[in-house]
């Protein structure tokens, strides 16, 4: 069984800053992209930030310039360094793993349990 968990979220003012991490284990064999989502109340989920294994990186142009996605790859663990937080970045976060597991042998999506992330005075 391969396990995502995230944590680092909670309460932040405007123009704070808040890292996430996102910790995967199990039986892994390798971890090909990681990504961090969000979903707003009432809002469908969307992209963040992406990373490949070799270090390459996508963001979401709402995040480009404030957010930095980032990976350790002996831990298996990506993170995401949220900076001049704004209220409209309330929302819950998830992260999101492409993964070889066995006994499978077969590249899965796997996702995280969600942590939430309230920007608020």
């Given at each position: 069984q391969v396990q995502l968990v995230e944590s680092g979220g909670g309460l932040v003012q405007p123009g704070g800053s808040l890292r996430l991490s996102c910790a995967?284990?199990?039986?892994?064999?390798?971890?090909?992209?990681?990504?961090?989502?969000?979903?707003?109340?009432?809002?469908?989920?969307?992209?963040?930030?992406?990373?490949?294994?070799?270090?390459?990186?996508?963001?979401?142009?709402?995040?480009?310039?404030?957010?930095?996605?980032?990976?350790?790859?002996?831990?298996?663990?990506?993170?995401?360094?949220?900076?001049?937080?704004?209220?409209?970045?309330?929302?819950?976060?998830?992260?999101?793993?492409?993964?070889?597991?066995?006994?499978?042998?077969?590249?899965?999506?796997?996702?995280?349990?969600?942590?939430?992330?309230?920007?608020?005075?």
């Amino acid at each position: 069984q391969v396990q995502l968990v995230e944590s680092g979220g909670g309460l932040v003012q405007p123009g704070g800053s808040l890292r996430l991490s996102c910790a995967a284990s199990g039986s892994i064999f390798s971890i090909n992209v990681m990504r961090w989502y969000r979903q707003a109340p009432g809002k469908q989920r969307e992209l963040v930030a992406g990373i490949i294994t070799g270090g390459s990186t996508n963001y979401a142009d709402f995040v480009k310039g404030r957010f930095t996605i980032s990976r350790d790859n002996a831990k298996n663990t990506v993170y995401l360094q949220m900076n001049s937080l704004k209220p409209e970045d309330t929302a819950v976060y998830y992260c999101n793993a492409d993964i070889v597991g066995f006994p499978q042998w077969r590249l899965s999506d796997y996702w995280g349990q969600g942590t939430q992330v309230t920007v608020s005075s």
